[in-house]
């Protein structure tokens, strides 16, 4: 039953009933019954749920789990993949190790700021990646992104969320930043931070960029990646593009360019 999955699915994500009762526009006795399939759900509460939780519209009816992206580690030489109805995406191992240790260092300086919650390590990952690229023409982590309706969303991010909480270095948990549900990372203190991927110029930019936005708010930074022009060019669940940084506006570029 579609109640059942989408109870499934709140739990997963680690979400509450509040939560998802404010996104519908709804109250929490409402939601209720819909996780009891006493209520049915109206086309508009479909789609912002199948949002909420990065599935399709047609995968959210039929009670499809997957995500729209299936992000795969490669630890061997790229093989031939048989076809397949959902976008496979495989990254190296190289690049994955680079996510983790840029994750791992982001949180290491900002998991205690109180508006730190999913939505905004998100846009400062995206801005990390993209800013970078702008400002030198090369990547950082090189990771994709694909446009939600709530600003850019890293594919490779649950991914390398499950191993680092398999390996007991990240722990997910749930807060609140004012009325507002929170999802949110914090590291283990007897970890021991590896930047070794990194070099001091790319830990340099990482410091700059938290110290540029590591204090916006949910919506200040998703306002400002809503400006940005590679997520403006892109359409929804479609893959932003890098190159499209070199079109950005006065309002988001980090590059001092020379006059024409």
């Known amino acids: 039953m579609l109640s059942k999955f989408i109870q499934q699915l709140r739990k997963k994500h680690h979400l509450t009933q509040e939560f998802l009762a404010s996104r519908l526009g ?17 086309i508009s509460e479909v789609k912002k749920l199948a949002t909420i939780f990065n599935l399709s519209f047609h995968d959210f009816l039929n009670e499809e789990e997957d995500p729209l992206f ?30 983790k240790q840029v994750l791992l260092y982001v949180l290491s300086k900002v998991s205690g700021k109180p508006n730190m919650g999913q939505a905004v390590l998100y846009k400062l990952l995206y801005f ?8 030198h023409e090369e990547q950082l982590m090189g990771a994709k992104y694909i446009k939600n309706i709530y600003g850019p969303t890293p594919i490779m991010f649950a991914k390398i969320l499950e191993q680092l909480e398999s390996e007991e270095k ?21 970890n021991i931070l590896d930047v070794s991927a990194l070099s001091s110029r790319e830990v340099a930019y990482i410091d ?18 809503h400006m940005d022009t590679p997520w403006q060019a892109a359409q929804e669940k479609e893959m932003l593009e890098y190159e499209h940084v070199f079109y950005r506006s006065n309002l988001t570029s980090v590059r001092q360019y020379e006059p024409l």
């Open 70 to 99: 299936l992000v795969k580690i490669e630890k061997t030489k790229k093989q031939e993949r048989a076809k397949q109805e959902k976008i496979r995406i495989s990254v190296p191992q190289e690049k994955a190790n680079k996510f």
């Open 208 to 225: 700059w960029e938290i110290e540029r936005l590591g204090n916006m708010t949910a919506s200040q930074i998703s306002e400002l990646s």
């Open 128 to 135: 990390i990646d993209f800013d970078y690229y702008e400002k």
């Open 26 to 42: 709804i109250s929490r006795p409402t939601y209720l019954q819909i996780e009891r399939g006493d209520r049915e759900l109206t």
């Open 170 to 190: 990240i722990e997910t948990v749930k807060s609140k930043f004012y009325q507002y549900e929170q999802t949110k990372y914090q590291i283990n203190p007897s």
